[in-house]
């Protein structure tokens, strides 16, 4: 019953910032996280997992968008944040969050936000 929702994106030029947050609008008793993280997807490519943060508070970043971008989660509000800064027109795509975890029943379940349109313009 966990969905997650997601608000901001829009457009910004070229060396903007813009702010991404997630929120959970179910509840998540039973479910372990793992991990919450954000994907992209931009026209004609695969979907990339470019950010993620584990339970125990570390974050990975994918080499293009290290240093300009920013995951933060709060545990107890269930609720994953993405800081984009100083963006490119290559970070174009639609962002989705991403929370994965271990059921009651010990498999992996993963639930997803609807998508937000991210444009930089040049």
């Known amino acids: 019953q966990v969905q997650l929702v997601q608000s901001g994106g829009g457009l910004v030029q070229t060396g903007g910032s813009l702010r991404l947050s997630c929120a959970a609008s179910?509840?998540?008793?039973?479910?372990?996280?793992?991990?919450m993280s954000w994907y992209r997807q931009a026209p004609g490519k695969q979907r990339e997992l470019f950010a993620a943060?584990?339970?125990?508070?570390?974050?990975n970043y994918a080499d293009s968008v290290k240093g300009r971008f920013t995951i933060s989660r709060d545990s107890a509000k269930n609720t994953v944040a993405l800081q984009m800064n100083n963006l490119k027109p290559e970070d174009t795509a639609v962002y989705y969050c991403?929370?994965?975890?271990?059921?009651?029943?010990?498999?992996?379940?993963?639930?997803w936000g609807q998508g937000t349109q991210v444009t930089v313009s040049s």
């Open positions: 943060v584990l339970s125990g508070g570390s974050t």
């Open positions: 179910g509840s998540i008793f039973g479910i372990d996280i793992r991990a």
């Open positions: 991403n929370a994965g975890g271990l059921n009651r029943y010990g498999g992996w379940v993963d639930y």
